[in-house]
Structures are given as structure tokens and as C-alpha cells.
Nanobody
Framework: QVQLVDSGGGLRQAGGSVRLSCAGS????????MAWFRQAPGKEREFVAA????????YYADSVKGRFTISRDSAKNTVYLQMNSLKPEDTAVYYC?????????????WGQGTQVTVSS
């Protein structure tokens, strides 16, 4: 069983950047397709980005394509989400997840979430 710890969120201005981290423990995340999801206040959780087992294939929601980059460092057992050109609508709690089915079907293995707030 894998445990995930999300970190790196904070308050940013529109146009700024932030990098989120998802540290895995218990099992190596290199065995899994990994993803980030987000949940804004009053809205359902939605898919953001996915990274394949090999790390060589990525998939993004249209709303973040060209602005966000998902990556992984297998040596550190960590997945990252680099978020650039932030918009107020990116404000949400961001969660790391071990995917059930590529590219966006989650399992019940979630991080605890990290808050990103973007001010206009």
C-alpha cells in the first residue's frame, strides 16, 4: 500500500508560479501511473494532469494545458506539478493520486491535499 503526502501550495498572484510535490512512501511510485486532481470550493473534484509509469507520457486537462507540467523523480519517490501562468480559477485544493485506469480514473489512494490560492 502506498501513502502519499502533498505539499507546496500557498498564496500566489495571478501570473505567478508554484510547484507542488507528492511524496510517496510504503511502495515505490515508479510502479504506478500518477495524477493530480483538484477541487475548488463548491465544485466536484476534477482531473488536472497524469504521468505514466515510465514518466515518458503525460496527459492534461484542457484548462491547464500549456501552463502546468507534471513530472516525477523516481529516486526521490516524488511526483511534481509545476504550475505557471496561474489564474484565479486555478484556486483549489490539489490532490495527488495513484491512477486506476489511464489517464484519469483515480483509485482511493489520495494525498491529503495542498491548498493553492491565486489572487487577481
Amino acid at each position: 500500500q502506498v501513502q502519499l503526502v502533498d505539499s507546496g501550495g500557498g498564496l500566489r498572484q495571478a501570473g505567478g508560479s508554484v510547484r507542488l510535490s507528492c511524496a510517496g512512501s510504503g511502495r515505490t511510485i515508479s510502479s504506478y501511473n500518477m495524477a493530480w486532481f483538484r477541487q475548488a470550493p463548491g465544485k466536484e473534484r476534477e482531473f488536472v494532469a497524469a504521468n505514466s509509469v515510465s514518466g515518458g507520457v503525460t496527459y492534461y486537462a484542457d484548462s491547464v494545458k500549456g501552463r502546468f507540467t507534471i513530472s516525477r523523480d523516481s529516486a526521490k519517490n516524488t511526483v511534481y506539478l509545476q504550475m505557471n501562468s496561474l489564474k484565479p480559477e486555478d484556486t483549489a485544493v490539489y490532490y495527488c493520486n495513484v491512477l486506476s485506469t489511464w489517464p484519469s480514473t483515480p483509485t482511493n489512494y489520495w494525498g491529503q491535499g495542498t491548498q493553492v490560492t491565486v489572487s487577481s
